[in-house]
T-cell receptor, first 113, second 115 residues
Framework: DVKVTQSSRYLVKRTGEKVFLECVQDMDHENMFWYRQDPGLGLRLIYFSYDVKMKEKGDIPEGYSVSREKKERFSLILESASTNQTSMYLC????????????FGPGTRLTVT | AQSVTQPDIHITVSEGASLELRCNYS??????LFWYVQSPGQGLQLLLKYFSGDTLVQGIKGFEAEFKRSQSSFNLRKPSVHWSDAAEYFCAVAPHGGSQGNLIFGKGTKLSVKP
């Protein structure tokens, strides 16, 4: 079974802190994604990566950056956390090569106070 | 631009009753279509998918969905709902030729199940 893990299930940070959210997949998947999920808004794509050191902006990249130094790991970085970044963050991966079936991690619920 | 609409934000059904969750998409051609389920506090799990062929697809947990090209719809159904089906359901589309496996998600339908 594909496994996508996220470093924390719950995280509380203060405004202005730098926050790292880590995602690791164990199936040698090519593409990885970061979403945020808010009530009534569904999932919105922040960034995705289709290869090591490659990244593409999604629909809402402002305030976020990403890093993919190794194929299995995709990090989401909040350079200076703000209260409007309080949300559920979901990571997903797909094998690539025309596959669209995304495998999701359990999510990290981030609260910024 | 492509979009996915789930008209029902919240649905409540009685245990044992049938269920239909609606999904409409806006796209010029037939996209790849998906339904995901999210239990409280969890990530998303794929229920079923449609790429081509038979327009009625079977998924896990007794769910099925029917693709209707004329209505641009991909509605999810279950003949008899169980209390454990209470969750949020997301419809998603992937345009053919879309870059890098991106999906467009609907805003979700929350399902509550009455005993």
């Amino acid at each position: 079974d594909v496994k996508v893990t996220q470093s924390s299930r719950y995280l509380v940070k203060r405004t202005g802190e730098k926050v790292f959210l880590e995602c690791v997949q164990d199936m040698d998947h090519e593409n990885m994604f970061w979403y945020r999920q808010d009530p009534g808004l569904g999932l919105r794509l922040i960034y995705f990566s289709y290869d090591v050191k490659m990244k593409e902006k999604g629909d809402i990249p402002e305030g976020y950056s990403v890093s993919r130094e190794k194929k299995e790991r995709f990090s989401l970085i909040l350079e200076s956390a703000s209260t409007n970044q309080t949300s559920m963050y979901l990571c997903a991966s797909i094998p690539g090569g025309g596959s669209y079936e995304q495998y999701f991690g359990p999510g990290t619920r981030l609260t910024v106070t | 631009a492509q979009s996915v609409t789930q008209p029902d934000i919240h649905i409540t059904v009685s245990e044992g009753a049938s269920l239909e969750l609606r999904c409409n998409y806006s796209y010029g051609a037939t996209p790849y279509l998906f339904w995901y389920v999210q239990s409280p506090g969890q990530g998303l799990q794929l229920l079923l998918k449609y790429f081509s062929g038979d327009t009625l697809v079977q998924g896990i947990k007794g769910f099925e969905a029917e693709f209707k090209r004329s209505q641009s719809s991909f509605n999810l159904r279950k003949p008899s709902v169980h209390w454990s089906d209470a969750a949020e359901y997301f419809c998603a589309v992937a345009p053919h030729g879309g870059s890098q496996g991106n999906l467009i998600f609907g805003k979700g339908t929350k399902l509550s199940v009455k005993p």
